[in-house]
């Protein structure tokens, strides 16, 4: 607004006032435009980031139906308190009956009682407690020779598993020392080396904390046992009261005993979770769709009531492609007893747009074919060969069959004996250690028990202590040991392909000699090979993945075996909600519809705000000239005031004077 003044002062007619007058005047018409256009632009970015939030809200549930393995959900349902279950995907549903006899338990032994724990001393030397085959040495000493030093010491051994605490009973002190873990081979032997009084086995000095043969010093307090249950109706016994071995996928937890009152365990598909899942994606959908209605709905007898959105093209396209995802057959599925989401229950109100969902229809068809209602919303590979195992697929894969040629089969890593055992092999301090290498890994020095072993025996004796090794199973390495046709070791990685080896790296004296165990490497596994799509793929292990820029990059499957040569196909089905997820997470990529639509009105904000920079610029501009202007004339119009004024004064005199001579 003008800020001169004294503009008008000359005139009393060309003010500041009139001046701002003529500035808003040159300003509101465009102001107005202005303030239009970016309230319809703020309001469509408005309205157009909630359908954004819809699509966001409409891919998680996508998501969660794009993975197989919720079809695969299984229910444990117990009924006994005596026990209880759970299951993976991998489970298979099935109905049973458990009767659990025994719980399993740790050992746990406590010595006599003592009037303190913390000074009386209980004797010297070395204790060597053995747990399931590991011993570990607890040396006692002056520093540590009372019923706390000893629980310390004991409780110091990270390597023992056994926990040692000093309890007070009501009239003294006692040691307590407990197994970690259950099960009849976690029983506890303390073996002494007494050296105050030099009698390893009497009930005096540290030889009173002994529980081994022949000097059984500590009290029996709770004996170590393992778990005995019956499974329809097969006896079965466990070290420890979670049972994860016994069916595939399905972990047991034994809480208390139901001796003579057998109880069912059923394992069934969570089919509630499931439908519950759909029901999310249904709701989801249904939000996006009445959203993108409320704003592109068009009224001809009242145009002020459309929606704002109405002829939007991006609003469009994303309803358009996601409705198309809906309306189609899915590829793979032509043959299959369900074949769209229309099959499963699923079906869109023709008035309203809306999806509309029938449980029933949905569960029915889920118990007839759980694999093809899968397929409907994930993405599922399926081989014609029973012995190939589809893994995975990769965003660049294209639905379709690809052919499958195996030219080389995965072999695990093994090394052979070169003596024949007999009958009988002893296993003395000449021929009891070695070491070896699996798949990369060195062992530490491998001890076997001395004694006399047929074939099977040493065989199984070996297989244990390796696979006791801390090196090797710190690093998830394992063997299995057998006897060959011709009676000789056979030691073989569990694992597959090339990186699968079993080298022997030291032996003893009479090693080689006895056992066939020599300082040698063994056969070295080999990694699958083959085609798939007719392009030479990537073998690891018993995994074979198909090659980059192909239509079936990146699927992988395993072979398990068979024969060498042409092995069926493998076809891959991107259901509804695998394709969903793709066409949601490309809306919202870097070059994707929604985020071209919001970068486009942004910029349209943009180039109002610098409209609004050029509006002011202008009017400033005009203000400025005006002033100038009305200034100018303003001194004008007073110099004509004085002159007026000055030759009124003249007039005035020349008409006093002519009166004064008359």
Not at 233 to 249: A, C, E, P, Y
Not at 299 to 314: E, R, V
């Amino acid at each position: 607004m003008a800020s001169v003044s004294s503009v008008g002062i000359g005139s009393g007619v060309l003010t500041s006032d009139l001046i701002d007058q003529l500035v808003e005047a040159e300003r509101a018409p465009t102001e107005k435009r202005l303030d239009f256009k970016e309230e319809e632009i703020t309001t469509e970015l408005s309205v157009f980031g909630q359908i954004q939030s819809a699509v966001t809200d409409l891919r998680l549930p996508s998501r969660t139906l794009a993975d197989p393995d919720l079809f695969q959900t299984l229910n444990a349902t117990s009924g006994s308190s005596a026990f209880t279950a759970t299951a993976d995907s991998s489970a298979q549903p099935g109905n049973y009956t458990l009767e659990v006899s025994t719980l399993a338990q740790s050992q746990s032994l406590s010595s006599a009682e003592f009037s303190d724990a913390d000074t009386t001393t209980i004797g010297t030397g070395t204790l060597t407690i053995t747990i399931n085959g590991a011993s570990e040495d607890i040396v006692i000493d002056g520093t540590n020779n009372t019923l706390n030093g000893i629980a310390a010491a004991i409780n110091e051994n990270d390597d023992l598993k056994a926990n040692a605490s000093v309890l007070y009973t009501g009239t003294g002190y006692t040691l307590v020392i407990t197994s970690q873990e259950t099960g009849l081979e976690n029983a506890i032997d303390i073996s002494v080396t007494d050296t105050g009084d030099g009698d390893n086995l009497n009930n005096s000095g540290l030889s009173q904390l002994s529980y081994t043969s022949g000097a059984l010093n500590l009290n029996l307090d709770q004996d170590a046992g393992d778990a005995t249950f019956s499974f329809n109706g097969i006896s079965i016994s466990r070290s420890s009261n979670t049972v994860t071995d016994l069916l595939q996928g399905v972990t047991l937890n034994l809480n208390g005993t139901n001796p003579g009152a057998p109880a069912s365990l059923s394992i069934s598909r969570d089919e509630d979770l499931i439908v519950e899942k759909v029901e999310e994606f249904v709701e989801k959908y249904n939000a996006l769709q009445s959203l993108i209605s409320d704003n592109t709905k068009f009224n001809p007898d009242n145009p002020a009531s459309n929606g704002i959105l109405l002829g939007d093209t991006s609003t469009r396209t994303i309803q358009n492609q996601i409705q198309a995802i809906f309306g189609q057959t899915i590829q793979g599925l032509e043959s299959a007893s369900v074949r769209s989401m229309a099959d499963v229950g699923i079906t869109t109100n023709k008035d309203t747009g809306q999806l509309e969902f029938n449980s029933s229809t949905f569960k029915s068809k889920l118990s007839a074919d759980a694999e093809s209602v899968a397929a409907v919303f994930a993405d599922q590979g399926r081989t014609s060969d029973n012995q190939i195992e589809f893994m995975r697929a990769g965003s660049a894969t294209k639905v379709g069959s690809y052919d499958i040629n195996i030219t080389q089969l995965a072999t695990k890593g093994a090394f052979t004996g070169n003596v024949a055992l007999g009958a009988s092999t002893t296993i003395d301090a000449n021929n009891d250690t070695f070491s070896l290498n699996v798949d990369g890994t060195s062992s530490a020095t491998i001890t076997l028990d001395a004694g006399a072993y047929t074939p099977a025996a040493l065989a199984a004796e070996i297989q244990l202590k390796i696979n006791a090794d801390t090196n090797l199973t710190d690093a998830g390495k394992k063997v299995t040991v057998t006897v060959d046709g011709s009676n000789q070791i056979l030691i073989t990685s569990n694992e597959f392909g090339s990186s699968s080896v079993v080298n022997i790296e030291n032996v003893d004296t009479n090693t080689a000699a006895t056992l066939g165990l020599s300082v040698a490497s063994g056969v070295d596994g080999v990694d699958v090979a083959g085609t798939i799509n007719g392009q030479t793929a990537t073998g690891a292990g018993q995994f074979l993945t198909a090659a980059e820029g192909d239509d079936s990059e990146s699927i992988r499957i395993k072979v398990t075996g068979g024969a060498l040569g042409d092995r069926g196909n493998v076809t891959y089905i991107e259901g509804v909600g695998e394709r969903l997820v793709d066409l949601i997470t490309g809306f919202l990529g870097a070059n994707g519809t929604i985020t071209a639509k919001n970068e486009r009105l942004n910029t349209q904000l943009d180039n109002l705000s610098e409209e609004r920079v050029k509006l002011n610029e202008r009017v400033e501009a005009l203000e400025a000239r005006l002033v100038r202007q009305f200034t100018a004339a303003d001194i004008i119009i007073a110099q004509l005031n004085s002159t007026q004024d000055f030759i009124s004064k003249q007039l005035d005199a020349l008409v006093a004077s002519s009166k004064g001579d008359n």
